[in-house]
């Protein structure tokens, strides 16, 4: 007899015993990553496994999404599942047998696995729709590496669902070789920062380098920014509400006796509250233009706002938590000490519904921390037997979630 009425302890050892499957599909995906908000041939393999469940497959009309409901017995809310679809543009050197196959294109942030763990997941809700009071969105979203895939997914009307059956709650995974694998690290509150740009095109006048008096030498105007921007941070912004300016980017210039007519410089604002973003947007801004006013040069400063602070919402993080603890042990549930300055745009999601994003740790047992190689790399290697852990989670989270009667 079971005390468990939604039968967890059955979750990890189905999706172990699916997982040659699941690494199937993850092989093929990683064989041909796809870039951006077009991704068709990634798109057209999750349409087909889904169809394959006998599940209906939605997909944009903007982008390359894909969207399923996992309809439950009962009625009741619904709950968004999400993976993100696409690769990045980088020459895969791992050497794995199952390689990419797309010079400069790779899955070097795992989202292949993701794809493959939602699929997987979904396999295991449908052999368990009669203990589901509600439904579970599936959310296969292209575009999460700088293109906003889930805001377009958003506009599109993802959440958009009759009264009754509104959305209340939203579940995400991040695979990372930062973590041992099989562990789930995760925190409440800001989770991952939000990430602005900033482009700055100073001018003065142009002029012979010999007689800088007779010019207006925008060079030193922006050496003082970028000093300056760094004073800014750490005078005007809360340590305990930290922010990261950093310039990336100067250009300007042609050789060594010409005084340039512009410099431009460029770099990434990261704030974990709306607060700290606001103002680190308004002193960078007054920042700009007094320096120039002193010097008499002239500012065109753009600042672009990016993914938003990615928030996990306490009580959600909670049960996401307690159900990991159950899953795979208390020691296997990490507490996050601090946020990532990386950005997500599962935030947009989550500015909607109340929900969580977890890291599920994939770094092979016996690697050295310090030089495995990590997301973005393109060494990168996830320990594949881990993604059991990742479609167990997303199953268990909507059965625990949904739980009928
Ligand atoms: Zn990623």
Redesign the pocket.
Known sequence: MTTDPIALSTLLGDAEALLPEILEVRRRLHRRPEIGLALPATQALVVDELERMGLAARVGRTVSSVTAVIEGAEPGPTLVLRG?MDGLPLQEETGLEFTSETPGAMHA???DTHVAMLLGAARLLLNRRDRLAGRVLLMFQPG??GFGGARFMLEEGLLDLPAGQAANAAFAI?ISTSYPAGTLNLRPGPEMAAADFVRLSLSGRGGHASAPHTALDPMPVAAEIVLALQAMVTRRVDVFDPAVVSITHVRGGTTNNIIPETVFLEGTIRTFSEKTRASVHANLRQVVEGICAAHGAVADLEIERGYPVTINDAAFTAFVASIGEELVGPEAVVPMPAPIMGA?DFSYVLQRVPGAMVFLGARAPGEDPATAPG?HSNRVVFHEPALAVGVAMHAAVALRHLAAG
């Open positions: 993100d942030c795992g989202h999460e590496e991040h997500e997301n």
